[in-house]
């Protein structure tokens, strides 16, 4: 079992940046892989980046390639989003996700924290 606990979120103007936390609890935290997601009003939740258990694997979303960076440290149980140059379109509410299915765009990870929320101001 892993609880996710996200933070970081908040508002910002465009152009700014975030960066956003994801703590794990559990002990086997750094044999699943991370993905951030995200679900805008009215729209259906979205992949935006992953990182695999080994942190040698990512992927991002085209939306936000080059502007954003997942990382993760095991030793802390914890896995980071940095977003930078964000945009008005970024505004969502950000969801952490685990599974040890490994890195995937696939939504349907085992765990998922509870959503951390990201305004971006124009």
């Known amino acids: 079992q892993v609880q996710l606990v996200e933070s970081g979120g908040g508002l910002v103007q465009a152009g700014g940046s975030l960066r956003l936390s994801c703590v794990a609890s559990g002990r086997s935290f750094s044999l699943y892989a991370m993905g951030w997601f995200r679900q805008a009003p009215g729209k259906e939740r979205e992949f935006v980046a992953g990182?695999?258990?080994?942190?040698?694997?990512?992927d991002y979303a085209d939306s936000v390639k080059g502007r954003f960076t997942i990382s993760r440290d095991n030793a802390k149980n914890t896995g980071y989003l940095q977003m930078n140059s964000l945009k008005p379109e970024d505004t969502a509410v950000y969801y952490c996700a685990a599974d040890r299915r490994g890195l995937t765009r696939d939504p349907n990870y085992a765990y998922w924290g509870q959503g951390t929320q990201v305004t971006v101001s124009s």
């Open positions: 990182i695999s258990w080994r942190p040698s694997n990512t």
